[in-house]
């Protein structure tokens, strides 16, 4: 979590029962944010296609201790650990992680942008997790030739795909959202397209906009969004200045999109099986569940959607092959998990430790069948935008 400029870190009152934050989760807490009345979302317009909110809380009357400043780029705090046992979701630091042999793997470098399809449809890109790094994205897109030096499209037909998770750690989420945005309308005008899907992250900034410290049922004892979005990087200036626009924007973000063969999603995990056996079932059915405005059901949506390295381990492959014979697709490319982590490489707890990886690009892995796209900009990484089909 990156504290911003000149902010204390103060003490608040937690919210779960039986909770500890452990040593290497243990970051700046902003302060509170002041939180709008819950707001109801339109439903979702037939042709709106830009697609489709990470810790547990921690116990009532309990406090926090105020911390240090967070260095730069802290590394990926993870989330919240309940007693001795990891909660769903939970990013495992170095000593949690197995050696993944590098025999298995491999990272792609981009290729050189290819000119229009027979089809007349432009070349397709990704771009992975943002969190809030707006100078990167400008520069990382201004790289692949998608904007100009004022940060306007650039590409005419080209097709630009954001994977999720705009907001938290970093210092402008807001900044990030307008961005992609604005992008869409340029896009579209140019005879292009910019389209972004939903990730974790946005359910979180959602529901602590909507529900605060409403309680739900996480599974676990008692939690709320508010806490929640807190620990896992929520920036006060983010709430401050987030509008009815953005939200609406947001719960409107599709969660699953097939694209030349690419099955994209956020998150490295089969929970999307659980929303419906095609991808518009999924698209409508997590939707409708936004729309409803229901807080445990839309805590349950986080939860799911916050589960990863599901490709990575023993079996990763075989459920790759279970969501792309449900939804289509020959490769599945997805965020959510930094790929410092997919390699079970991530240098020391503080972050001190500089001899991790080197993120030149995405990471295939799952006998080939998945490409990861997070490239861990909130961990001094590299934040990606790459053309698919990958080569090399």
Known sequence: MTQGAG??????????????????AQTPVPPQAQVAPPSTVPPRAPEAHPSPPDALAPPPGASVPPHAPAPHRPPHPGNAVVGDEQPEGYTPTERDLPVIRRGDTVQVQTAEPRPVSDDGRGPLFVVGDVHGYLDELLAALGEQGLIDADGSWAAGNARLWFLGDFTDRGPDGIGVIDLVMRLSAEAAAAGGYCKALMGNHELLLIGAKRFADTPVNSGAGTATFQAAWLLNGGQKTDMERLQDVHLQWMSRLDAVVEEDGH???????????????????????????????????????????????????????????ELLTMYGGQRVVHGHSPIPYLLGEVGTEEGEDSSGPVINGPHVYADGLAIAMDGGVTMAGKLLVVQLPLHG
């Open 263 to 321: 099955l994209l999603m956020h998150s490295d995990t089969t929970a999307y099986l659980d929303y419906g056996s095609t991808i518009e079932d999924v698209n409508d059915t997590i939707t409708a569940i936004l729309t409803r405005n229901d807080a445990d059901e839309c805590w349950d949506l986080f939860r799911k959607l916050t589960k990863r390295f599901a490709f990575r381990d023993e079996g990763g492959s075989q459920a790759v092959r």
């Open 7 to 24: 902010q204390e870190p103060v003490v608040r009152t937690a919210t779960l029962r039986d909770f500890r934050v452990p040593p290497y």
